[in-house]
């Protein structure tokens, strides 16, 4: 619903991470941006199988493409995505997968230069020594998506703890959705953990990560806790005790203003202190 999208909204416009890289001329930001883009335009092709969307959907997703490699990991979320419904909504799905293979051949003039950087990757590595733990992936996202830098858990553990439960509680709450619904939250759901899953994958065997190679879910991210919040709320006001749904309702606007109070705080260090602060 509007209440979801207006405080996922919120979020992504005081997010630290995305403000810390969207003062940056590389292509994260871009990313991020491009990767929504294409995704609301391949569900109104699904909703409306207009021949506009399924251009718009193209160019979206040739920018992704042309941007940054790991782009590929949204349209892999998205190709799972249409397979999955294809069963159910065969015309659909099949609009959606010419789509992608127009992107395909849109991509066909940069395919070279793309194979001769990934030869020099695997030529010449540069990977961490060691093992890549998972839990060092899903802890560092969630600090920075969350509180904006992974040094702000130890001091703010208490606004960590309240945040990441509810995350949990709100992909708990989605995935059983998409169990019995489909639709929109098995579309968000596969768009916040395929391209986690898929970059794991990558980087467990030859480690190498930051967090900017996982831009492209923090919108999802986002409305996954929004989308928590705004249950909880509707849960809440079902409760016949007075007291207990007052005492529910504060802690989630609580817990809602103080992740803004956070990130608000972490802006002020982008901008005006030394933690965050880049070469001139």
């Given amino acids: 619903g509007i209440q979801v999208g207006l405080i996922g909204a919120t979020l992504v416009a005081v997010s630290p991470f995305l403000v810390y890289y969207s003062q940056e001329a590389r292509m994260y930001s871009a990313l991020a941006t491009f990767g929504v883009l294409s995704t609301f335009a391949l569900w109104k092709l699904l909703e409306t199988q207009s021949r506009r969307w399924l251009f718009a ?5 040739l920018a992704i493409m042309y941007t940054q490699y790991f782009g590929a990991f949204v349209i ?6 249409l397979l999955g419904i294809a069963s159910r909504r065969r015309r659909p799905a099949l609009l959606g997968l010419l789509g992608i293979a127009m992107t395909g051949i849109g991509y066909v003039p ?3 230069g793309a194979y001769r950087q990934m030869q020099r990757l695997i030529n010449i590595p540069d990977f961490w020594k060691g093992d890549f733990q998972l839990s060092y992936l899903l802890t560092h996202v969630f600090a920075a998506f969350a509180l904006g830098d992974f040094a702000a858990i130890a001091q703010m553990p208490v606004i960590a703890g309240l945040v990441a439960l509810l995350l949990v509680g709100g992909v708990g709450f989605l995935a059983w959705r998409a169990l019995r619904n489909g639709g929109g939250e098995l579309y968000v759901l596969t768009y916040l953990v395929i391209p986690l899953a898929l970059l794991y994958a990558i980087v467990a065997r030859d480690p190498k990560f930051t967090e900017r190679y996982l831009i492209m879910i923090a919108p999802p991210f986002y409305l996954v806790f929004a989308l928590s919040l705004v249950s909880v709320a509707r849960w809440v006001s079902r409760v016949k005790q007075a007291l207990v749904r007052r005492a529910t309702y ?18 002020i260090q982008i901008y005006d202190g030394p933690g965050y602060r880049k070469d001139d």
């Fill in 57 to 61: 959907y193209v160019g979206w997703t």
């Fill in 76 to 81: 892999a979320f998205q190709g799972i995505y």
């Fill in 250 to 267: 504060g802690l989630t606007i609580l817990v809602g203003l103080g992740l803004v109070a956070v990130s608000l705080s972490q802006l």
């Fill in 110 to 112: 940069w395919l070279y």
